[in-house]
């Protein structure tokens, strides 16, 4: 059963703290998307990458980092350094090549107490 | 940049066809326009995408008009479970950032049984 797996749904974490989400496919999509998504809102990009060891940032990067070392796996950290991490957080992937859909993941929902 | 702007709410009696309108003045000629919808604290799911030709499949007609500067997306017969965001994007691609999806902010359409 392929698609994308996003854990935990949802995340705590206090204050100063760093925190990773984690994003995996089992879809062999070439391309990784992290979004941002705060209540009301669309979805603003944060990191993306398009191959392994290669990412760039988003709109919204400040704050973020990220890693592609394995073409399934995309995590994002929330550093300290993000003002305003509380938010729901979604990841996606697609295949490059061609005209095709963005695949999205359940979403990580992250409250800084 | 969200490259698309829609109404931020609509409603839709049951069983009725709901008319989602987008507007996208400043797509460019290979910019293909997507649409998502988003149930409450889900990850977006695809409904259909288009160039310029109207498309249709199982959830959804697509029309486009003929400058390609808006587009149209028809439920057909509205369920309850229709009742989510709607989000219209712009797809571009570029060989070095690949696929880019520009969400808006999205209608958040309700049924009304």
């Known amino acids: 059963d392929g698609g994308i797996t996003q854990s935990p749904k949802y995340l705590f974490r206090k204050e100063g703290q760093n925190v990773t989400l984690s994003c995996e496919q089992n879809l062999n999509h070439d391309a990784m998307y992290w979004y941002r998504q705060d209540p009301g809102q669309g979805l603003r990009l944060i990191y993306y990458s398009q191959i392994v060891n290669d990412f760039q940032k988003g709109d919204i990067a400040e704050g973020y980092s990220v890693s592609r070392e394995k073409k399934e796996s995309f995590p994002l950290t929330v550093t300290s350094a993000q003002k305003n991490p509380t938010a729901f957080y979604l990841c996606a992937s697609t295949i490059n090549a061609g005209v095709n859909e963005q695949f999205f993941g359940p979403g990580t929902r992250l409250t800084v107490l | 940049d969200a490259k698309t702007t829609q109404p931020p709410s609509m409603d839709c009696a049951e069983g009725r066809a709901a008319n989602l309108p987008c507007n996208h003045s400043t797509i460019s000629g290979n910019e293909y326009v997507y649409w998502y919808r988003q149930i409450h604290s889900q990850g977006p799911q695809y409904i259909i995408h288009?160039?310029?030709n109207n498309e249709t499949n199982e959830m959804a007609s697509l029309i486009i008009t003929e400058d390609r500067k808006s587009s149209t997306l028809i439920l057909p017969h509205a369920t309850l479970r229709d009742t989510a965001v709607y989000y219209c994007i712009v797809r571009v691609f570029a060989l070095n950032t690949g696929n880019q999806f520009y969400f808006g902010t999205g209608t958040s359409l309700t049924v009304i049984p």
């Open positions: 288009g160039l310029k």
